[in-house]
């Protein structure tokens, strides 16, 4: 897999540009402010059809402008394909050789990972961010990870209107009651099985991280993966857990909170409540790791995400590090940089230090110095 051109018209601060990548690695220098994540935030749009960052449409779309369009040259298992992406304030039309395409399907075509300064923060952030982290991966490794998750949170959203409206008073409680019960057993469905693809993922990545972090930290950290619902770690009986059973514990756990819900006017029970939580030689690593841990932590975790895909799919996806060398001490970062020279994929990597690291020198790279939204 790899993006041999992009081209942009008026996306963020650049106005027209046309640029031709290495195969291996590219690596966009330049001072703050210039537009160095911008380029990485267009190549992440067309694979994950989203930034890594948070932005709306019209964030995106150069000042004072309508629309964006960002264009990709890809290559896939020999074949060529050309990805387009109009962004408009009201929406985003994506196509692939000219044919519109899902959100749902832009994943499966084309995986990327990214590290971001904004990615690194996910061990410390609310737990929010953390089932984000894995419901990425599960969507990088699994065909159908975007679809259930889109669908589990269309469910979601149609529960929470139900149960607001009878909060604001607009339904009464019979009624309320039994709209629920009718969309309940798809609710639960969707929510079982995002759970369970979860708690399986993270199982079976589960020595991948620790090696990672080992490598990564060249210390001997223990590291632990816990899947929480209701304070119940899941991971620890991944084995010979069936849908079933997560779908029972859920219908319990509905029955239990259903005044709570109506009261609140939200869904209480689900995997958008489960919790995910690191432990980092047996400490909750929220509360006990510092900035570097948890970074290296999250580094870990992709690395091993990188390594399960390319495990599942015999290739590796593309690797976006968005200022990440700068964040980590002298080991960490030679250890990462040993990592990018051993998997084979194409990386595009910003950084604000135009000496960059000997060992990162690659056959088939590229050097683009970023300056006001144009490369040098
Ligand atoms: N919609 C937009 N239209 C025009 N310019 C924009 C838009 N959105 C952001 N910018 C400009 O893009 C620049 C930020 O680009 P970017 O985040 O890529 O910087 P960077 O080179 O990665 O810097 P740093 O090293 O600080 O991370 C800023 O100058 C900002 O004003
Ligand atoms: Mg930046």
Redesign the pocket.
């Given at each position: 897999m790899k993006m041999s051109k992009l081209r942009l018209k008026d996306?963020?601060?650049f106005t027209n540009l046309e640029i031709q990548f290495a195969d291996r690695l590219n690596i966009?220098v330049?001072?703050?402010?210039?537009?160095?994540?911008?380029?990485?935030?267009a190549i992440s749009l067309l694979s994950l059809n989203e930034s890594f960052r948070y932005a709306d449409n019209?964030?995106?779309?150069?000042?004072n402008?309508s629309a964006s369009l960002i264009e990709g040259d890809l290559e896939k298992n020999g074949l060529d394909f050309k990805v387009k992406a109009q962004i408009l304030k009201s929406r985003k039309n994506v196509t692939w050789n000219d044919k519109k395409i899902s959100q749902a399907n832009i994943r499966n075509h084309f995986s990327c990972v990214v590290f971001s300064p904004e990615s690194l923060s996910y061990i410390k952030e609310a737990s929010d961010e953390r089932r984000t982290l894995i419901d990425d991966a599960f969507i990088s490794v699994d065909p159908l990870g975007a679809g259930l998750v889109a669908e589990f949170r269309k469910a979601l959203k149609t529960r929470n209107k139900i149960l607001r409206d009878y909060s604001d008073e607009q339904k009464d409680k019979k009624s309320t009651l039994s709209v629920l019960e009718s969309i309940e057993p798809l609710y639960l469905n969707l929510a079982a099985q995002l759970t369970m693809k979860r708690i399986k993922l993270l199982f079976d990545m589960k020595s991948e991280v620790q090696k990672a972090m080992t490598f990564i930290t060249k210390k001997d950290v223990d590291i632990l993966v816990e899947y929480r619902i209701s304070a119940e770690n899941y991971l620890q009986k991944a084995r010979e857990l069936s849908l079933e059973q997560i779908n029972n514990a859920l219908y319990q756990r509905l029955q239990q909170l259903r005044d709570a819900e109506l009261s609140s006017g939200s869904s209480l029970v689900g995997p958008h409540k489960h919790e995910i939580v690191f432990l980092y030689d047996q400490k909750d690593s929220r509360f006990y790791c510092s900035q570097g841990q948890q970074r290296a932590l999250i580094l870990s975790f992709k690395m091993a995400q990188i390594v399960y895909y390319c495990k599942l799919h015999g290739a590796y996806p593309i690797l976006l590090l968005?200022?990440v060398l700068s964040e980590l001490d002298f080991v960490k970062r030679g250890a990462l940089i040993e990592f990018l020279q051993s998997i084979k994929t194409q990386i595009f990597l910003?950084t604000?230090d135009l000496h960059l690291p000997e060992e990162l020198r690659m056959n088939q790279s590229r050097v683009f110095e970023?300056k006001?939204?144009r490369i040098l």
């Open positions: 996306f963020r601060n966009f330049g001072e703050n402010g210039q537009g160095k994540s911008n380029l990485l935030e019209e964030n995106l779309i150069r000042y402008q968005d200022d910003t604000t970023v006001e939204g």
